[in-house]
């Protein structure tokens, strides 16, 4: 596993709601600093992973539906036969 492929795993806990919220920040901290370099990593940030998220990252009502559903299969994993 690559250091990327650690970070995308760890960062795949936001949901698509926190996930815009992230990307609402990155890009007021885009604007608001004056380093080229923040802005640079600002970018890469945007552009290779939180956009994407915010696009596609399952909503938190998603989330939830898959939560219980889940704990639904379980249950009757282990119920008696």
Do not use: I
Not at 18 to 32: H, I, S
Not at 39 to 60: C, F, I, N, Q
């Amino acid at each position: 596993m690559t250091q990327l492929d650690y970070s995308r795993m760890r960062l795949s806990v936001f949901t698509r709601e926190e996930a815009a919220g992230v990307v609402e920040y990155l890009r007021w901290k885009r604007e608001e600093t004056d380093l080229p370099m923040s802005k640079t990593a600002v970018e890469a940030a945007l552009d290779g992973y939180w956009s994407d998220r915010a696009v596609h990252a399952p909503t938190a009502q998603q989330l939830r539906q898959h939560l219980q559903e889940e704990a639904e299969f379980l249950q009757a994993l282990q119920r008696p036969r």
